[in-house]
């Protein structure tokens, strides 16, 4: 994935809608490279407010509404809001793509893996000097690319709504 200050130069523009922010990685995990533009994320509450993509007025009502049944729920407590991390500033486009197909300079990749497959990536992250060290992050699954960017390598146990939209296995985590 990348996060980018203008559309890139030969990699299509995404036509249509996803539920959520993750929906895209499977599209790229399928073998699809494109890129889409911040109105693409508007499904996905949670997923705009990491990318730090600004939700019309309408769709900030169905955030509101969104968080609230969280909060009722148990789900997230109001006061982990604000530790959710976030891209530093919105992308003019985010651009998807099969690392070996990638036109564009990635900024985070995704490897979802079983444990052993997570220990020996986050192993070779701690080598190459690019392991964050930061303990496994839970949900939302989409705060994982902010903190990536932000500390280093990061591993994604997974959320549920993740797991609903990618296909993510019980037996799988990520790892950025």
Avoid at 2 to 30: I, N
Avoid at 53 to 60: D, G, V
Avoid at 103 to 131: H, I, S, W
Wanted: aromatic share 8%; proline share 9%.
């Amino acid at each position: 994935m990348g996060f980018l200050d203008a559309a890139p130069a030969g990699l299509e523009e995404f036509k249509g809608t996803e539920p959520s922010d993750c929906s895209f990685w499977r599209l790229a995990a399928a073998g699809k490279s494109f890129y889409t533009v911040p109105e693409n994320h508007f499904n996905c509450a949670v997923g705009a407010y990491t990318h730090n993509i600004p939700l019309s007025a309408t769709r900030e009502r169905e955030t509101e509404q969104t968080l609230k049944m969280m909060f009722d729920l148990g789900y997230v407590k109001p006061e982990e809001v604000p530790q959710i991390p976030r891209l530093a500033k919105t992308p003019v486009a985010i651009a998807y793509a099969p690392l070996g197909d990638a036109t564009f300079t990635p900024d985070a990749v995704l490897f979802p893996c079983k444990p052993a497959g997570a220990m020996l990536l986050n192993e070779a992250a701690g080598r190459a000097g690019v392991d964050s060290g930061s303990p496994a992050l839970g949900r939302p699954t989409c705060m994982a690319l902010p903190a990536t960017l932000q500390a280093g390598s990061i591993l994604s146990l997974g959320c549920t709504g993740n797991r609903v939209y990618t296909g993510l296995g019980e037996d799988e985590c990520i790892l950025w």
